[in-house]
């Protein structure tokens, strides 16, 4: 199915609705405006398998824009709009889009790159524009409102949040059938019992894989979007309330932060229209997900995967129960979990996680990263480290170039993240290692406290305690830094390299 279906079945049907201001926008405006930006595309030449980008927030416009894009068979890129000047730039030419579209929002970090986008034949703006772009309102306002003659599918080509280094960007191959005559089996109705009658909460940033991918597939399917234009944890709760919403999907973080809501503003708004919440992008401690289940009721669904698409790991509350910790048993594919050598390890055992049969992906002009992901037998990996247990359920242990190596012992930081972001004083938390002269590394905790004011030698002292009460000593933090807040991405993405490099440039 696609948005043309629902819009001739159904022209004043909700799409989406944005939900700070109340914004609607129907079926058929939806069609209409994408096919218009579609036209505009073919006018500037633009085939399938040429690429664009976009650099837009949570705007009104941007599945419009997306959905012209997909229906051209071009691959577009969505840039965070949290990035300066030098991040989009690179994207921008990596990639190399022909067209580039963005909002007025933007003009602080554009301005500078006039000239510095050499690829882009043809920039646009949305409400507003800055020298050198034109309206896209305006623009498409002149193209015709019925489909282009030669509609393709495209495809979304998206860059790794940049927690390690540069952006990668996730090429897939783009698919070989036209339009909306896709045959691949409809996730959201097989897995979480999504239909036309539904209501999906999307609050994070739709530039972020997930949420791009799970509401695109709601538009196709005639699932109606709330879209948040900013994650706001009471905010978030009123939405569920006053839309009834049925679906959402959300990541860790998000949960932690409502769950520490003060309970009469937490338990005050109604969340029984819940059929369906979904969760990834960070492993979830323990206690959270428990608490979560308590309070919304066997409805958290979790997954594992990546932007990469190489496979796809999920489970249901019930099965979480049995299984506690785990992300899932694969759906699309095998997983294989092995050692540093690439031999496969035993059960219960930790290792690299690889993924076969699930789908295949290249990291856009960058062999070696491409290389490095695969297995001899043609596997590919994230990066991530797990184990399975005997009933194949996988565990994530951490990020491989997360772990700590101290006086030649392997140490996992997320464990002892797991442990004191469930202290009622911790609001947010990283580890990492830093250097030790004896050690190599010692483990060291930085803390975003809900009351900032407490920061001191006392709740350090306290956290590091509450810490060796749950896990082995060796395990725990040697000491702890408080910061007013981390810098974790809207996606709930931690850039913990940036408070490594910090520590490891200071001991210089």
């Known amino acids: 199915m696609n948005p043309a279906e629902i819009a001739a079945a159904e022209p004043n049907k909700t799409a989406y609705i944005m939900a700070d201001?109340?914004?609607?926008?129907?079926?058929?405006?939806?069609?209409?405006?994408?096919?218009?930006?579609?036209?505009?595309?073919?006018?500037?030449?633009?085939?399938?398998?040429?690429?664009?980008?976009?650099?837009?927030?949570?705007?009104?416009?941007?599945?419009?824009?997306?959905?012209?894009?997909?229906?051209?068979?071009?691959?577009?890129?969505?840039?965070?709009?949290?990035l300066q000047q030098e991040e989009v730039?690179?994207?921008?030419?990596?990639?190399?889009?022909q067209l580039f579209i963005s909002s007025v929002e933007r003009k602080a970090v554009l301005e500078p790159l006039h000239d510095r986008m050499p690829n882009v034949q043809a920039r646009y703006m949305v409400d507003d524009t800055i020298d050198g772009y034109e309206s896209w309102e305006a623009a498409i306002a002149k193209m015709p409102t019925h489909p282009i003659a030669?509609?393709?599918?495209?495809?979304?080509?998206?860059?790794?949040?940049?927690?390690?280094?540069?952006?990668?960007?996730?090429?897939?191959?783009?698919?070989?059938?036209?339009?909306?005559?896709?045959?691949?089996?409809?996730?959201?109705?097989?897995?979480?019992?999504?239909?036309?009658?539904?209501?999906?909460?999307?609050?994070?940033?739709l530039y972020h894989a997930a949420p791009l991918a799970f509401t695109m597939n709601c538009l196709r399917t005639g699932v109606a979007v709330v879209v948040m234009e900013h994650f706001e944890a009471e905010f978030a709760l009123q939405c569920i309330q006053d839309y009834q919403i049925t679906h959402s999907q959300w990541v860790p973080t998000m949960f932690v932060r409502?769950?520490?809501?003060?309970?009469?503003?937490?338990?005050?708004?109604?969340t029984s229209s819940l059929q369906c919440a979904i969760h990834a992008a960070a492993p979830c401690p323990v206690p959270i997900k428990e608490q979560m289940i308590e309070w919304w009721g066997p409805v958290i669904f979790e997954y594992y995967a990546?932007?990469?698409?190489?496979?796809?790991?999920?489970?249901?509350?019930?099965?979480?129960?049995?299984?506690?910790?785990?992300?899932g048993k694969a759906l699309n594919c095998e997983l294989h979990i092995c050692d540093e050598n690439g031999e496969e390890v035993p059960v219960g055992e930790s290792g690299t996680i690889f993924f076969a049969g699930g789908g295949t992906f290249e990291y856009y002009k960058d062999t070696d990263k491409t290389n490095s992901s695969r297995h001899a037998q043609g596997w590919s990996t994230l990066g991530d480290v797990g184990y399975m247990d005997e009933d194949g359920y996988l565990y994530l242990t951490d990020r491989k170039h997360f772990m700590i190596i101290s006086g030649g012992v392997n140490i996992y930081?997320?464990?002892?993240?797991?442990?004191?972001?469930?202290?009622?004083?911790?609001?947010?938390?990283?580890?990492?290692?830093?250097?030790?002269?004896?050690?190599?590394?010692?483990?060291?905790a930085v803390v975003q406290l809900k009351d900032t004011s407490q920061a001191g030698p006392m709740v350090e002292v306290e956290l590091l305690d509450y810490c060796r009460t749950k896990l082995s000593h060796i395990k725990c933090p040697r000491s702890i830094d408080f910061r007013d807040e981390l810098p974790r991405h809207p996606t709930g993405k931690l850039y913990k390299r940036l408070l490594k490099d910090e520590y490891w440039e200071a001991a210089k």
């Open 21 to 82: 201001t109340g914004q609607r926008v129907t079926y058929q405006e939806l069609e209409e405006t994408a096919n218009q930006g579609a036209h505009l595309f073919r006018s500037h030449g633009l085939q399938a398998g040429d690429h664009i980008a976009v650099l837009l927030e949570n705007h009104p416009r941007f599945f419009q824009i997306c959905f012209a894009a997909q229906r051209a068979g071009l691959y577009y890129t969505a840039i965070s709009w949290r």
């Open 413 to 444: 930081p997320q464990e002892a993240e797991n442990v004191l972001i469930t202290h009622d004083k911790v609001l947010d938390v990283a580890v990492f290692g830093v250097p030790n002269e004896d050690f190599g590394e010692e483990v060291k």
């Open 89 to 97: 730039e690179y994207i921008v030419n990596n990639c190399e889009a």
């Open 306 to 327: 990546g932007t990469e698409g190489n496979g796809f790991v999920q489970l249901n509350s019930e099965e979480w129960l049995s299984h506690k910790g785990s992300v």
């Open 150 to 205: 030669d509609q393709r599918e495209g495809v979304a080509m998206l860059y790794s949040s940049g927690t390690t280094g540069y952006p990668k960007g996730v090429k897939r191959p783009l698919p070989d059938y036209p339009y909306g005559e896709s045959t691949d089996p409809n996730l959201l109705e097989l897995l979480y019992g999504a239909s036309q009658d539904s209501i999906y909460l999307s609050p994070a940033p």
């Open 258 to 270: 409502m769950l520490k809501l003060p309970d009469e503003v937490r338990l005050r708004y109604d």
